[in-house]
């Protein structure tokens, strides 16, 4: 009986390590390749005898040789030397969005590009990127996030600046960058409340904030751990710190505010009747999926610019600048609203579902400027500290 | 620390040892250990002494600091959380014993029926990711709409919200306690199934009744793995993240969980690895006193061997009318942990979104998003990667853990102690800080070895947890007599001839469930593969991830109900093959 037991369980160990050892030959290599067709036409767009940009440097104005031939467009050049580079966009965000978006149009538009993402939850996206640059083993082209999430890898100069890129060459006019030149904003993340559709009558919905007191929402709201106290900082910077603080701590004990990661579920599901502090682009999306809910506004809503870094010594310098060029045209903008209902909200010639919502409902945005973002951290965690006790 | 290990080999002859492949393969074997637990653990203890806060704790400019002691410890807070923790974690652990154990002892030494089925009923709540089981159970006992409270209203026509409310201390350990009760089963179970049944009916032909023979000589018997599973389980509920971020901070109760949160997510900044890791030194030093008094308790390791040379069949105990209740037991259990909330991922993963189930929703089922997730290019590169992952990971805990463990348990080698005190460390390493830890390290070494953005990566982190795989076998080992080795050594076998021989088979059921469990840990991880995995190493749990945090709930869902189908088949075929196995020895 030994024996046989010996041996069959003998068998088992190896079988299961050489099917290990397959499983992973058969793997590691590129998971995505790009379309066989697309990249010789991307190729053939770039003939072998047309000198190309150097791959980590594009002119920032290509002057004219010729008066009567015209300037080659940006994303042209862009293209050719993204291609002479690898043809690849590695980035660090928190979630897969920007392929996603960049399948509604961009890798149509510029075959040959191909995109991955290295993901990190928003806080350590800086950490993974820090500790890359510390092993000088940079891997990742584009950073994504506000510029609170951005300060720490701008700071230690992780993140290319003025005379590194150039974001007017993009696209992007002045009020469309911030953090000194350093980040060229994409999307705003309009702070929003939610509701559920059957369970509160619109006409119901508090219109300010001392109206969440009203004992009928006792038991009923639910928040984010971490955007309740964010939301409130906005407030604060308007309204002042104490009085603000005294708000927030007044509302969340007097109803009893349940906090909960799990809070934009909740809400879907008629289990809370209010989630404060959400934003206008999750409830689109929850609508598109067709869940029963709703947003609305009190004063003093906050909105985080969210915005796009090229890494310095990214690997694809050129990749990225071609996806952030693309991603300001009205084809990425529009992609980004269709993909994920994440839309600028203000700004001069902006014009979509989330500005115009803005617009008729006549909301004053408190904006996330480079003036105001440190004070806004800080309120958040005195907001924090004065609700949670964390 | 003097007596961490039970020292079962002081009265044995040694176990001949051959230099060349014997020695190498021990050597080798507490080599990969001391890298696999060495590496999180002290970047763990150094973290905890670095700073500022606003440097990462190996940047150049970070530098020695005790600031994160009061940082976590110094505040009012603190005394509250410990409170609340100890609290929360005694509860889930009470009720995860007694379901778990209870469940374990039916199945492994009664005549209950359909014990097959009832071992994987017990088992599939841990395929399921935790925040699935969390908002399950939030559509339970939620009290707005929660579908027990509805009945309860319904039947008694009472107003309001409630009577159950899922947001409170008991909320949270039922929910924690009842996802433990899996891995205690796991564990008790192969500890019962390896139990001679003959000192029992020994007590029982002595005219000891049946709850005299259980509190006499069953639970004794059994000792060192119900310590060293309450151990590990409680470790477990002090470091879960899942249910208290979910429920805990609604209940509005300090735990670490909660703690840890708000330090990886600051209002500005890095996160404050320093303040975790100095939480965890806490995390360390209960684990260590925890288990120097296991070590203390089960000194005498001989008197817990109900394994020796004699041979033995274990007896199931006739239930007669009493398997009645006890299926009407499991039944509920397998109501609430697998019927309620699988129904809800099927449903969340069939409509899209996250809703009660009605009846007016049935028109709006599809399966757009499993269409979805299977149209995405990168879902059979993770499928792969994550099965390789889980695979190797589990394989390489499995076998370096053995032979840790019978070294420890076995060997009267020097500094014994001190690698048991080192293995046994990585439970109380959370896993943000080991992630953190591995990301340093094998970036640093991809100078000179390319193994950063691989598979491999992720085999070698994820075998970290490989503590609790120790633990299991040290406690299986101390179970087993030293007879059958022994008479292996004095035949003139060699130590791998033994290992192969008496050690493996006689340990087949610990191993199986150290390689479920590290096999399922790593399916549901998303802490390490978030921070390590890559464009090539991409997992499943990073695409759920994905799919959440991007509010796509039915892809999350549908992601969750592939992962606990690849489980279940694992699950089933790693436990014919065991009792394939055992039925012939």
Redesign the interface.
């Known amino acids: 009986?030994?024996?046989?037991?010996?041996y069959?369980?003998?068998t088992?160990?190896v079988v299961?390590?050489m099917?290990?050892l397959v499983?992973?030959a058969?793997?590691?290599?590129?998971?995505?390749p790009a379309s066989p067709a697309a990249a010789p036409a991307a190729a053939a767009a770039v003939p072998r005898s047309t000198p190309l940009p150097t791959p980590t440097t594009v002119p920032a104005a290509a002057p004219a040789k010729k008066a009567a031939a015209p300037a080659p467009a940006i994303e042209d050049v862009l293209y050719a030397a993204a291609l002479a580079e690898g043809g690849e966009i590695?980035i660090l965000d928190?979630?897969?969005?920007y392929e996603r978006i960049a399948a509604r149009g961009f890798t149509d538009r510029f075959p040959g590009i191909k995109f991955?993402?290295?993901?990190?939850?928003?806080?350590?996206r800086?950490?993974?990127l820090?500790?890359?640059s510390?092993?000088?083993?940079i891997?990742v082209d584009m950073f994504s996030g506000s510029a609170?999430d951005a300060?720490?890898v701008i700071s230690r100069g992780l993140i290319a600046g003025a005379g590194e890129i150039d974001w007017e060459e993009l696209g992007y006019p002045a009020d469309l960058v911030q953090a000194d030149g350093h980040l060229g904003i994409v999307w705003d993340f309009v702070y929003a409340h939610e509701y559920n559709t059957d369970l509160v009558d619109p006409a119901d919905l508090p219109k300010k904030l001392t109206d969440f007191l009203d004992p009928r929402w006792k038991?009923?709201i639910?928040a984010s751990?971490?955007l309740y106290?964010?939301g409130f900082?906005f407030v604060a910077l308007e309204q002042g710190e104490e009085a603000t603080v005294a708000l927030a701590k007044n509302v969340f004990d007097t109803q009893g505010i349940?906090?909960?990661?799990?809070y934009?579920?909740?809400v879907?599901?008629?289990?809370?009747a209010i989630a404060m502090y959400s934003s206008v682009n999750?409830t689109l999306?929850?609508q598109a999926?067709?869940?029963p809910v709703g947003f609305f506004f009190t004063e003093d809503m906050g909105t985080a610019r969210l915005s796009v870094g090229l890494v310095k010594d990214a690997p694809h310098p050129n990749s990225a600048k071609l996806f952030f060029w693309w991603l300001n045209t009205e084809e990425g903008q529009q992609a980004n609203l269709d993909e994920?209902s994440r839309a600028r909200a203000t700004g001069p010639g902006v014009d979509n579902q989330v500005s115009n919502i803005i617009a008729d409902q006549n909301v004053a945005l408190v904006l996330e400027n480079d003036d105001n973002w440190?004070e806004r951290?800080?309120l958040?965690?005195a907001v924090?500290l004065g609700v949670?006790?964390? | 620390m003097a007596d961490l290990v039970a020292d079962a080999s002081s009265r044995r002859p040694a176990l001949r040892l051959r230099f060349s492949l014997d020695t190498a393969v021990m050597v080798a074997a507490v080599l990969i250990l001391l890298y696999l637990i060495g590496v999180p653990l002290i970047m763990n203890v150094l973290t905890a002494f670095r700073g500022p806060i606003?440097f990462?704790p190996?940047?150049?400019n970070a530098k020695f600091t005790f600031d994160n002691i009061p940082a976590a410890y110094g505040t009012s807070?603190t005394w509250t959380t410990f409170w609340d923790t100890g609290l929360f974690a005694i509860g889930a652990v009470s009720l995860g014993f007694a379901v778990g154990g209870a469940l374990a002892w039916l199945v492994e030494r009664t005549d209950i029926p359909f014990r097959n089925v009832i071992f994987v009923m017990a088992i599939i709540p841990i395929m399921m990711p935790p925040?699935n089981s969390?908002?399950a159970w939030?559509?339970m006992l939620?009290?707005?709409?929660?579908f027990i409270n509805v009945v309860i209203r319904g039947v008694f026509r009472m107003e309001g919200?409630g009577p159950f409310d899922i947001?409170t201390l008991y909320g949270m350990i039922i929910v924690q306690g009842l996802g433990v009760s899996t891995l205690i089963f796991l564990l008790v179970g192969a500890a019962l199934r390896n139990m001679d049944s003959s000192l029992e009916e020994a007590s029982a032909a002595s005219g000891a009744s049946q709850l005299t023979t259980f509190r006499r000589v069953t639970l004794p018997l059994l000792l060192p793995i119900i310590l060293s599973v309450l151990i590990l389980a409680f470790i477990f509920a002090i470091e879960s993240f899942e249910v208290p971020?979910?429920?805990g901070?609604?209940a509005r109760r300090?735990v670490f969980a909660?703690?840890v949160?708000?330090a990886?997510?600051?209002?500005?900044?890095?996160?404050r690895?320093g303040e975790v890791a100095a939480f965890s030194l806490s995390f360390l030093t209960i684990t260590y006193i925890l288990f120097y008094y296991y070590s203390r308790l089960t000194k005498r390791a001989s008197r817990f061997a109900t394994v020796t040379g004699k041979g033995f069949r274990p007896r199931r105990q006739q239930l007669g009318r009493w398997k009645y209740p006890a299926l009407a037991g499991i039944t509920v259990f397998g109501l609430f942990q697998i019927v309620f909330p699988l129904s809800i991922l099927l449903w969340t993963s069939l409509?899209?979104?996250?809703?009660?189930p009605s009846i007016s929703a049935l028109g709006?089922l599809s399966l757009d998003s499993y269409r979805s997730i299977f149209a995405d290019?990168?879902f059979g590169?993770a499928l792969?990667?994550t099965?390789?992952v889980a695979?190797?990971s589990a394989?390489l805990v499995s076998?370096v853990s053995i032979i840790v463990a019978w070294i420890v348990v076995r060997r009267n080698v020097r500094g014994k102690r001190l690698l048991d005190l080192i293995a046994s460390s990585s439970v109380a390493i959370p896993g943000v800080v080991a992630g953190?830890s591995f990301?340093?390290f094998y970036?640093?070494i991809?100078?000179w070895i390319p193994i950063?953005?691989?598979?491999?990566v992720l085999v070698l982190a994820y075998s970290y947890r490989l503590s609790l795989a120790y633990r299991v076998h040290v406690a299986g080992l101390t179970q087993i007599g030293g007879e059958l080795e022994e008479a292996s050594a004095a035949s003139g076998a060699s130590f791998l001839s033994t290992f192969?021989?008496?050690i493996?088979?006689l340990m087949?059921p610990n191993l199986m469930v150290v390689f479920l469990l590290i096999f399922f840990l790593a399916f549901r991880d998303f802490t390490l593969a978030?921070?390590l995995?890559?464009?090539?190493?991409?997992v499943l749990s990073?695409l759920m991830?994905?799919r959440l945090?991007?509010?796509?709930?039915?892809e999350a869902a549908a992601i969750s109900v592939v992962i606990m189908v690849a489980l279940f088949t694992m699950a089933a075929v790693m436990r014919g093959?065991v009792l394939k196995?055992f039925r012939?020895?």
């Not at chain 1, 991955?116 to 350590?124: I, L, M, N, V, Y």
């Not at chain 2, 939620?142 to 929660?146: E, R, V």
């Not at chain 2, 995995?533 to 991409?538: E, H, K, P």
């Not at chain 2, 945090?549 to 039915?554: A, I, L, N, P, V």
């Open positions: 009986m030994f024996n046989r037991m010996q069959r369980v003998g088992l160990a299961a390590l099917l290990t499983l992973a058969c793997g590691g290599d590129d998971p995505a590695i928190g979630d897969d969005v991955s993402t290295e993901g990190a939850r928003p806080t350590e800086s950490a993974k820090i500790a890359q510390q092993a000088g083993r891997d609170r300060e720490p038991g009923k639910t751990p971490f106290p964010a900082a349940t906090l909960t990661n799990s934009l579920q909740l879907e599901s008629g289990e809370f999750n999306n929850a999926a067709g869940a994920v440190q951290a800080r958040t965690g924090r949670i006790g964390q | 606003d990462l190996f940047e150049n807070r925040i969390a908002l939030i559509f939620g009290k707005t709409n929660g919200s947001f971020l979910v429920i901070l609604g300090q909660g703690t949160y708000f990886l997510n600051p209002a500005a900044g890095l996160p690895y409509l899209g979104r996250f809703a009660a709006d290019d990168r590169l792969r990667n099965f390789v695979f190797g394989l076998f953190l990301v340093i970036l640093t991809s100078r950063w953005g691989t598979v491999w192969k021989r008496i493996v088979p087949a978030l921070l995995s890559g464009r090539d190493s991409m990073v991830w994905n945090s991007e509010s796509e709930f039915g093959l196995r012939n020895f």
